[in-house]
């Protein structure tokens, strides 16, 4: 029986129970299994919503034989007990076998989610760490799409789709990937022309802004006059200010 069926069949059962009947306890107990069993359902259906429109052919995160045998041993127990099944042990191991598959889910899904970044993740952590040194257009245009980018690598695409959209300005996860893919492609284009202009800089020039951006920074003693006009002339003086250790 599938969830969206059970909790179907569970809500049935506390619409004809009375609190008179069962009490109150009961009947608030079971409206929470019951909520939650449609919470699962709803969520379910999105992951393997998800599952599809991204190409996954793996094996499913989900155990359905597990979760099947579980809701039929609870439906057989509330068949003979009636809703004082929801007290016993068996409400218990349904919920737990229902929560340990939910988790399972959302570790696949952040995990497939996350393969998105794999290989601009380097590139990310060059940005964040201060190491561009080109035009402000680019720098800031490369800034920009990594704060995007790094917005939607955080966000779960199926619990939190609404903001992914609202974002990306897409509708739909297709859209989604789509605009993801141009920002990656809008960030390496900066970053590739931050690099070209960083290349014609002087090798001083080069090796003291890598030495700017390290832990031990560029020591003030070592700035000569010389270097200063390099900095000027090739347009990176605003990049660097003075800090002490």
Known sequence: ???????????????????????????????????????????????????????????????????????DHFRRVLAKSGLKALQQDSAAMLEGVLTAHMNRVDRWVKSTWSENFDDIQALL???????????PTDRIKACNRVSTIQFVQKTDPVK??????????????IACLARLKELIEELQEAVSAIDSAQAKMAPAVQVALQRAISDGGLPLGEVTPELLFEFQSTGVMDDLVVRRL
Do not use: C
């Open 1 to 71: 029986m599938r969830l969206f069926e059970f909790a179907i069949e569970l809500q049935t059962r506390l619409a004809d129970a009375s609190e008179a009947d069962v009490g109150h306890a009961l009947l608030t107990r079971g409206r929470t299994v019951r909520d939650k069993i449609a919470s699962m359902a709803n969520h379910l259906e999105a992951v393997q919503s998800y599952r599809i429109t991204i190409g996954r052919t793996d094996t499913s995160p989900l155990d359905t034989e597990k979760m099947r045998k579980e809701v």
């Open 125 to 135: 952590d060059r940005v964040n760490s201060g190491d561009l040194h080109g035009s």
């Open 160 to 173: 939190e789709r609404a903001k992914l959209e609202t974002r990306l300005n897409a509708e739909g996860l």
